[in-house]
């Protein structure tokens, strides 16, 4: 199976900067399209960022110009830099991955454990 640990979350004050990663293991899967989905308290979970294994990228209106998605396929690991963060970025931050492998050949989605970003003065 595929396992998803994610780090880089904590408190920043408005218009500071974070980086999360999300490193992948697990053998006899391919990860296809990974990214990050955010919750805030009563909210529903939204797209943030996602990012192909061609690294195309694909971003929510609400963080386009501050977020970067990245991705090294080498170590399994995608990246979201986050720039002049704001009070409304506020959340509990998901890595998502989907994969294909296994025997029998299936695809799946894979959900990290959840990094909360809290961005207060």
């Known amino acids: 199976q595929v396992q998803l640990v994610e780090s880089g979350g904590g408190l920043v004050q408005p218009g500071g900067s974070l980086t999360l990663s999300c490193e992948a293991s697990?053998?006899?899967?391919?990860?296809?399209?990974m990214g990050w989905y955010r919750q805030a308290p009563g909210e529903p979970r939204d797209l943030v960022a996602t990012?192909?294994?061609?690294?195309?990228?694909n971003y929510a209106d609400s963080v386009k110009g501050r977020f970067t998605i990245s991705r090294d396929n080498a170590r399994n690991t995608i990246y979201l830099q986050m720039k002049n963060l704001r009070l409304e970025d506020t959340a509990v931050y998901y890595c998502?991955?989907?994969?294909?492998?296994?025997?029998?050949?299936?695809?799946?989605?894979?959900w990290g454990q959840g990094s909360p970003v809290t961005v207060s003065s």
């Open positions: 998502n991955a989907r994969a294909v492998g296994g025997s029998p050949l299936r695809f799946v989605e894979i």
């Open positions: 697990g053998s006899d899967f391919v990860l296809n399209t």
């Open positions: 990012i192909t294994r061609g690294a195309v990228e």
